[in-house]
């Protein structure tokens, strides 16, 4: 796969994301499936917390259902392409349901075959109002 195509694969889940937001159409679990491997963990802040299609559904609903509004900033800010891998920064600006701001700054290694996500492994911090996510937890 050519450099692009690696960070294609990666961005489609933001661009995919980013629709959802604009649109609001309902998120769905063939949406995940064609962006991540059948195996694909993903490791938050040191805690595993998804490693298959169903539970990359589950932190998405989670991720939606703690904000109103959201943007992945894409392009990332910074980003390296080596081998398999995509490492990027990116930030998130989102408001709640109650009606906070907030921004996540992220900085995140993905593992990129077949064309589409095969691992994650993410660092986030939040600037300004912080999300309760249940996935977060594990």
Known sequence: MTREQK???VYRLFKWLNSVAETGEAMKIEDIRAIFTDKAPMMLNG???CYDHATHFKHALDL???MAKWRFNIPFEREIVEGDQVVGYYTVDYED???RVGQMLDLCIF???DNKISSITELVHFDGQNLDIES???
């Open 47 to 49: 805690q595993k917390i």
């Open 111 to 113: 593992t990129v075959s």
């Open 136 to 138: 977060f937890d594990g």
């Open 97 to 99: 349901k109650a009606g």
């Open 7 to 9: 960070l294609d694969a």
């Open 64 to 66: 939606q259902s703690q």
